[in-house]
C-alpha cells in the first residue's frame, strides 16, 4: 500500500546550487548543497554549512575546496509551489556579499580558542513573499522539533539532502540513513560534533539530520484524548479510546532534529573509513546567541 502525498520531511530539506562569477563577468555554477529552513522572532533563516557558502575548508580556512576558483558570490535555491507542488523552479539569484564586501551570512565562534577551526554552520536571513504563490517548504522547527530524547552510540539517524543536486526524475530529497557512531556527548577534536556512520556526498553537506524513535500511530481522535489533559484519571482516558482504533494501531518512525551534517570535508581519513560529521542540533541555536 502506498501513502498518498508527500512527506514533510521532504519538504523541510531545500537544495542550494552556488555561483561564482567568471573574468567574462558572467556566473558560473561551481557546487551545490543543502540546506533547511529555521523561524525565529517571526523571521526565516537559511541555515547550512559554512563551506557549502564559501568554497572553503573549515579546517583550514584560507584553502579553497577541490573545484572552486575562488568562493562563491551567488546561490540560489530550489523551491516548489503551490500552484505546481511536485515540480522544483530555481528562485532568483541572490548575493552571498553585502555591496561593502561583508558576508550576509552569519556564523558562531570556535569556543577553542587555539585552534584556527571553524564552526562549520551558517545562516542567512531569507525574506520570503507574502503573496499566494509562498513556496511550499517546511521550517524545521514545525516538522521535528527539539525533543526531550537523546542520542547515543548506535542510534538509528536519518540524513535528509541532496547529494546529486536537483534531479529532474525525483526533484525531492535523498534519505540516507545511518547510526551515531561516537559518543555524542564527547567533543570531537574540542568540536561540538558527531560522527555518522554513513558516507555522504559533497551535495548532502548542510542536510538536517534526524534521530529516530518508534511510536504507534494511531487517529487524530485518539490522540487528541491524551493532548486535551482534560481527564483526571489515566483509566478514563484509556476507556475512551476507540477500541478499533487501537486494534489497528501501527509502529510508525518519529523524527526529532539531531544536528547538521557535513560529510567527511576536509578529512581524508574520514572518507576512507565511510564515515561522516554531523554537528550538533544545539549549535543552531548558538549561531543566533553568539
Known sequence: ?????????????????????DISGNDRKVGS????????????????N???????????????L??????????????????????????DTYPLYNGDGSPRWFETINPNRNSSDKIDLAALMFDFSVADDKPLITPIELFAPNGKDYLYV????????????INGLNPYPIWKHGYVASEPS?????????????PGRPGMSGS???MISKGIGVSKQTAKVFQDGNSEDALEALHSLNLDDLKNMQEV???????????????????????GVAWHAAMVDQLFTS
Not at 50 to 64: A, D
Not at 253 to 275: C, K
Request: aromatic fraction near 12%.
Open 186 to 198: 564527547l567533543l570531537v577534536g574540542g568540536m561540538p560534533k558527531f560522527y555518522i556512520d554513513s
Open 154 to 165: 548506535g542510534r538509528d539517524v536519518v540524513i535528509v539532502g541532496y547529494p546529486f543536486g
Open 66 to 91: 577541490e573545484g572552486y576558483p575562488t568562493s562563491p558570490s551567488a546561490f540560489t535555491i530550489h523551491l516548489s509551489r503551490k500552484v505546481d507542488p511536485n515540480h522544483f523552479v530555481p528562485s
Open 1 to 21: 500500500m502506498l501513502k498518498q502525498g508527500i512527506d514533510l520531511g521532504s519538504r523541510t530539506a531545500v537544495c542550494i546550487d552556488l555561483y561564482c562569477r
Open 253 to 275: 518512525n518519529i523524527l526529532q532534529f539531531a544536528g547538521v551534517y557535513s560529510g567527511t570535508v576536509g578529512d581524508n581519513s574520514l572518507e576512507r573509513l565511510r564515515v
Open 50 to 64: 559554512w563551506h557549502v557558502l564559501t568554497g572553503r575548508n573549515p579546517k583550514y580556512p584560507e584553502q579553497l
Open 33 to 48: 548543497g543543502s540546506g533547511f529552513f529555521h523561524t525565529r522572532e517571526g523571521k526565516s533563516y537559511l541555515i547550512t
Open 208 to 210: 538536517p539530520v534526524f
